[in-house]
Nanobody, 115 residues
């Protein structure tokens, strides 16, 4: 079956860095657009960054210049490098794999940034 397993979350101080990983299985990983979403307490889940099979990337304005999404198809893994973290980045981060109207989700990993 399809599995997306996130790792790399944790607690950091403002200004710190984290790298999230999303390991996929059960899908033809290279064919999927991979994305990271986040959901803060009391807020809607929002798309943070995405990377297409051809490695085109997109980011929301609030993370541009601080977050970098990448993928390693040989390892079936997507990454989200986060630097200069802010308290407002605190959320559960979810990995998403998307193709032709089909979406798969990971279980989420908590990122907590303290000021």
């Amino acid at each position: 079956q399809v599995q997306l397993v996130e790792s790399g979350g944790g607690s950091v101080q403002a200004g710190g860095s984290l790298r999230l990983s999303c390991a996929g299985s059960g899908i033809t990983f290279a064919a999927y657009t991979m994305a990271w979403y986040r959901q803060a307490p009391g807020k809607k889940r929002e798309l943070v960054a995405s990377i297409t099979p051809s490695t085109g990337t997109n980011y929301i304005d609030s993370v541009k210049g601080r977050y970098t999404i990448s993928r390693d198809n040989a390892k079936n893994t997507a990454y989200l490098q986060m630097i200069s973290l802010r308290s407002e980045d605190t959320a559960v981060y979810y990995c998403n794999a998307h193709i032709a109207g089909v979406d798969f989700w990971g279980q989420g990993t908590q990122v907590t940034v303290s000021s």
